[in-house]
Structure formats: structure tokens, C-alpha cells
């Protein structure tokens, strides 16, 4: 069993990858169900659409999961509530339209569980995202309610994502920070055998700050004039990882960092 999680898609050079090699990867590399975070993937970088979702359905995409961005686009709110493969974090105060956790169907027709959850240092403010991942795994078990876990924990900080991952040690196939959109070189199987990258990357141009143009945001920095932020317009990058599942435990085997094209095809 193998699955690939792909990090924040950023505007159109971001979608546009996907869209293009997406297929063809899952084919080469023998890819069982694919996450990929999506709420930076409409036009202007904030947010995704209806026809954005269909679009990354229709080219192997399984599950879309989100973060503090999920409703800046308004018809999100109202096609969440017809879309289940499309998460919002679990941990947004309720009531809030769609849901933050899924179990969805492997192309090997095994059960994946996708829990989708926001950091509480430097993000929107939330409900208590450990609080929250702990009333979960109170209440679902690894192997009993599904066969594997993806954790997808978009979030600022390095520190609240490792903390994350050694909570869910044992419990989760993968836990994968998103959010911060830079590749971390820190990919492994925790102690209890959970996969851990403290964040995925992003699928986007690499030449830029974070996928948003590069001059721009340094004027920003430098408090000079500038515009609001927009997505750059170069080659993208694919980024995320992929994890070899063992399917008697639930547990990693084995996990590996996943680039394709752009700025980081020279990097490894």
C-alpha cells in the first residue's frame, strides 16, 4: 500500500502541475490514494473552487484537505457541504459547514481515515487542535474504524507539528505538516512506527516567497508600497511524500520525501 501526500497547491503554476504529471506519477510510482492540500490553489492563492476540486478529482487526487485559508473563496462554503472529499480542519469552532475527518476507499479497496487540523500558534483562532486530537483517538482505533490514518496538521510552527506527530505515534500512519509551504528534510518513522515530515512543501515556484511573488514580498518586508499578494507565474514543483503502508498494522514501513520539476529537480 502506498500513498503520496502532496503539499499546499499554490495558483495556477501549482494546479497546473498537477494537472499535467499527477496521473503519470501515480502510475510510475504505484500510488494507491493521494492527499493533497488545496486551499492555496484558486488564482489569487487564497482559497479553492468548486471547478478547482473537480479538476484535481478527475487527475487521481482522493481526498483535498485545507486549513486556515479554506474559506476565502464563499462557494467553498456551500459545495463543502455536498463535496466529503474535501476537508476543512476538525478543530474549527463548530457549527461550521463540511467536516474535518473522513474514511474513504483505497484503489485497493482498503479504508483510509484523513483527519485534517489547524495549529493553534500564529493561525486563525481555533479549538484546542491536541484537545481535539485527543477526543478522536478516543474514539477511533487504527485497524478497527480503518486501515490507515493521514494526519494532515496545518500549522506555523516546527515545534507544534513534532509535538503532533509524537502524539499520534502508533496511532496514525502518516502525520505531515502543511501551512508553511518549504519542503523540511526530516522524514522518518517515528518510534511507534508513525511517518512523520514536519512539512510537506508546496506544489508551486519555488522562485518566489512561498509561492507568492518574490518582489513583492520583500517591498513588503522593506514596508515599502506594494500589492496585495499574488501567486508567481514561473515553473512549478511537484513536493510532498510518499509512504510505504504496511497493511497487516496500519503502520509505516517506510517513508520518502517526493519532488518533481521546477526549482527542485536540481536538489536532490
Not at 24 to 53: M, R
Not at 103 to 117: E, Q, R, S, T, Y
Not at 217 to 223: A, G, W
Request: a negative charge; hydrophobic letters at 35%.
Amino acid at each position: 500500500m502506498k500513498i503520496l501526500f502532496l503539499g499546499d497547491a499554490v495558483g495556477i503554476p501549482g494546479r497546473s502541475i498537477i494537472l499535467r504529471n499527477l496521473l503519470s506519477e501515480i502510475q510510475n510510482k504505484k500510488i494507491d490514494f493521494v492527499v493533497i492540500n488545496g486551499e492555496n490553489a484558486a488564482d489569487s492563492g487564497l482559497g479553492l473552487t468548486e471547478e478547482i476540486c473537480k479538476d484535481f478529482f478527475n487527475c487521481g487526487v482522493d481526498v483535498i484537505t485545507t486549513g486556515n485559508h479554506v474559506w476565502d473563496q464563499k462557494e467553498t462554503m456551500s459545495h463543502i457541504e455536498k463535496e466529503n472529499r474535501l476537508l476543512r480542519p476538525k478543530n474549527l469552532f463548530e457549527p461550521s459547514p463540511g467536516s474535518g475527518f473522513g474514511v474513504f476507499i483505497a484503489k485497493n479497496n482498503m479504508k483510509v481515515g484523513v483527519l485534517n487540523l489547524m495549529g493553534n500558534v500564529f493561525m486563525k483562532k481555533s479549538e484546542d487542535a491536541f484537545e481535539v486530537a485527543e477526543k478522536f483517538m478516543q474514539k477511533y482505533k487504527l485497524k478497527d474504524d480503518y486501515d490507515f490514518l493521514i494526519v494532515d496538521f496545518h500549522c506555523e510552527t516546527t515545534s507544534e507539528k513534532n509535538a503532533m506527530g509524537h502524539f499520534f505515534d502508533g496511532k496514525a500512519t502518516l502525520v505531515v505538516g502543511t501551512h508553511t509551504h518549504i519542503p523540511t528534510n526530516d522524514a522518518r518513522v517515528l518510534k511507534n512506527g508513525t511517518a512523520y515530515q514536519t512539512d510537506a512543501g508546496m506544489c508551486g515556484d519555488y522562485d518566489s516567497v512561498i509561492g507568492m511573488n518574490k518582489n513583492n514580498s520583500i517591498s513588503k518586508f522593506l514596508k515599502r508600497k506594494s500589492l496585495k499578494h499574488f501567486p508567481t507565474t514561473g515553473e512549478a514543483s511537484l513536493s510532498g511524500v510518499i509512504v510505504d503502508c504496511d497493511i497487516e498494522t496500519g503502520l509505516a514501513k517506510k517513508i520518502e520525501s517526493f519532488t518533481y520539476g521546477g526549482e527542485l529537480k536540481n536538489s536532490h
